[in-house]
């Protein structure tokens, strides 16, 4: 795991990110390596990634955040690269992968009402993308929006979104 984030500070080579996220992604599968890759710095570098250019990078970074999100030690650290997920989102193109990607790390770390207050401006994008979205994105962002709605502090924004 060690390597793997060092690898992945030490090339600009998008395959090989790629495939280094993947991999730490699917470790991060097990609880005992999501504590892991937080002692060893990696969420801040995976985190890292999600300003990358290259589209298949954020959504690997996405996808290995997502997986990290289960714990709620990791969950505080993630937290952090919220507003950037958000800024993902919105301009990923529609339905993409990288959108998906992006709602299923924030359903995560929606669970709990902690950083509910973090997506009040991504409301009106959420329902945009509920209103134009295939099924599969209207899914993902029904949970969201289902996260969301169960904080009563919500509703007002909620409730007067523009979309």
Do not use: W
Not at 31 to 48: A, C, E, M, P, T
Not at 122 to 130: A, G, K, R
């Amino acid at each position: 795991l060690q390597k793997l984030i060092h690898l992945l500070q030490a090339t600009d080579d998008p395959l090989i990110q790629e495939q280094a996220l993947i991999t730490l992604s699917n470790s991060a599968a097990f609880s005992v390596n999501q504590d892991i890759i937080r002692n060893l710095d990696g969420l801040s570098v995976i985190g890292g990634m999600l300003s990358d250019s290259v589209p298949k990078v954020k959504e690997k970074a996405l996808n290995a955040l997502n997986n990290l999100s289960m714990n709620i030690k990791n969950q505080e650290e993630i937290q952090v690269y919220i507003t950037q997920v958000c800024r993902n989102l919105e301009s990923a193109p529609l339905n993409s992968d990288l959108q998906l990607a992006a709602l299923r790390l924030l359903t995560n770390m929606l669970v709990t009402s902690d950083y509910h207050h973090k997506m009040i401006n991504s409301i009106p994008c959420f329902l945009h993308l509920l209103s134009e979205g295939t099924e599969r994105t209207q899914i993902q962002v029904l949970k969201v929006l289902v996260n969301l709605s169960a904080n009563t502090a919500m509703t007002k924004h909620l409730l007067g979104a523009q979309v």
